[in-house]
């Protein structure tokens, strides 16, 4: 079974900075198309964003140019995926998923990691 498990949220207020990490029990393959999501208070689970084996990303409207997704190819870390936030606001207060998506159809998610945006 596979085990996704996220870091790095925690309390920032607004215009600050934050890395999230998701580690994988395994090596991610190249074919993994890995992705951050979140869902904010009152609200439904949403996309972030997304990269892919070949390094294509894509981003949601709302995070676009404020937030970076990038993966870990280092030999020994090739679990690894991130998610740079910069540029916070208080709407981006959520709990934060990344989420595997392997073979087109099997999907891991993690627990989550609580992000607050507040002065």
């Known amino acids: 079974q596979v085990q996704v498990v996220e870091s790095g949220g925690g309390l920032v207020q607004p215009g600050g900075s934050l890395r999230l990490s998701c580690v994988v029990s395994?090596?991610?393959?190249?074919?993994?198309?890995l992705e951050w999501y979140r869902r904010a208070p009152g609200k439904q689970r949403e996309f972030v964003a997304t990269?892919?084996?070949?390094?294509?990303?894509?981003?949601?409207d709302s995070v676009k140019g404020r937030f970076t997704i990038s993966r870990d190819n280092t030999k020994n870390t090739q679990n690894t995926m991130y998610l740079q936030m910069n540029s916070l606001k208080p709407e981006d207060t959520a709990v934060y998923y990344c989420?595997?998506?392997?073979?087109?159809?099997?999907?891991?998610w993690g627990q989550g990691t609580q992000v607050t945006v507040s002065s």
């Open positions: 990269i892919t084996g070949g390094g294509s990303t894509n981003y949601a």
């Open positions: 395994e090596i991610i393959f190249s074919a993994d198309v």
């Open positions: 989420r595997i998506l392997r073979g087109g159809r099997n999907e891991y």
